[in-house]
């Protein structure tokens, strides 16, 4: 796609100043038509004030916004054709569900029986169609959630602005949305941009994600890029669960960086990042614990490729099929390695002793600075 119009969003260089602070520092980003984009950073890295500036509710102290490849910067927020969804939902109490998603349509001058059409058509998708006449304190979380957006859709936006929009719900019911919401966002094939902290958020429901640390974007991808190919040790910390070690490259070799970590555990890991790393660098290393084989101790032989340390079991999260058990190394190193736990004699249990094995290309190894 090369067309202004394949992009229903453009940022480009965007910055926002509050005083001397810069909470959003030289944001470029383009979001193609029908696209589920995702912002994800910890809180105060400058996600909402991005998104307050793309609704038109703050303007860039530089750079520009366009939508359908149109600057909207002159453009005040009641005539944009985007709409936000907060995470209290700001659903009209007193009004019943036909009247919260007529609202919208009746400002913007539609007639009776436009609005009957599309109030009637928005219910439909949203699989809520004989809701109509139903009071807003009698519906349950999720229907709120999708009046929320449905009324949001009657009014055809170019984008939809999702704000932690699940972050009141209880977790199974927040669940359960992150489908809900996916599936929505297909059924209008408009394009969603979703702010959020939840990482499991993001990686569930997003075409793309954007990781956002300190004002700046620190990748864009796909969530399996992001997941495996992390470009700075930041989103490698930040999406998804890692065990995290500090240390000091002891040696480049063919088959990968050998590295102390400041714990003295010895692991050999593969480059990550665009930083160079040499002998005597610090750096920091990630291995998700899903990459870890924790059994029972076998033949003391180094595994092809991979990394090899004993420990033991210091205690057992149990959780079923996505089980964890935290391991002890001798040198007092805490480990985490996942384990399906059956209920069978082979089980690893508190106190056991424990042999764990990982591949070197699953030791993620950054020069340290950019964590």
Known sequence: MTTDDAFDLECLGICKDFGAFRAVDDVSFRIPSGTFFSILGPSGCGKTTLMRMIAGFETPTQGDILLKGRSVLSVPPNRRNVKMVFQHLALFPMMDVYENIAYGLRCAGAGKDEIAGRVADVLTRVALPDLARRQIHQLSGGQKQRIAIAR???????????DEPLGALDLKLREAMKIELKLLQHQFDTTFVYITHDQS???????????????RFEQVGRPEELYHAPKTAFVAGFVGDSNRWSGR????????????TEAGLTVVATAFGD????????????????????????PDAAAPGGNTHSGTVDSVLFNGANSRVLVRSPNGTMIEADVVVTGGGNDLHEGDPVRLDWPFAQTMCFAAGGA
Request: glycine share 8%.
């Open 249 to 260: 490259a002891l040696e480049v070799r063919a088959d990968g960086i050998k590295v102390e």
């Open 152 to 162: 949001c859709m009657a009014l055809n936006p170019d984008v939809l602005l999702l």
């Open 275 to 298: 930083g160079a790393i040499s002998a005597g660098d610090a750096v920091e290393v990630f291995v998700r614990p899903e990459f870890i084989a924790a059994t029972r101790p076998g």
């Open 201 to 215: 958020e993001a990686l569930v429901m997003s075409d793309y994600v954007a990781v956002m640390n300190a004002g």
